[in-house]
C-alpha cells in the first residue's frame, strides 16, 4: 500500500479492539447509555479496589475486582454485539 493511500481522505480511524470510529457512532443511543454505565461501574470498582488495598481489606478487594471482571466482560459483549445486555433482563 503507498503512503497516499494510507493517509488519503477516505483512511477510517480503527479504534482499539478492531472498532472503527464510524462504527462507534452507529451505536443506538440506549447501547451508549448502557456502555456508559458499564464504564461507570468500572472505575466505582476501581475506585473501591484501591480503597482497599490501601486499607488492607482482602475481601473487598476481591470482591471489586470480581464485580471489574462482570462488568468489563458485559461491557465487551455490548460492544461486540451492538445489542443491549439489559433487553432480556429487563423483561424478567
Known sequence: MTETKREGPDRRRVHRGGRRESDLRALTA????EAGEYAAEI????EVLSASLEDLDLVGAR??????????????????????????SAGG
Open 30 to 33: 440506549e447501547v451508549r447509555a
Open 43 to 46: 472505575q466505582q470498582c476501581l
Open 63 to 88: 470482591e471489586a475486582s470480581k464485580r471489574i471482571k462482570r462488568a468489563a466482560d458485559a461491557l465487551k459483549l455490548l460492544l461486540a454485539t451492538g445489542k443491549s445486555m439489559k433487553k432480556d
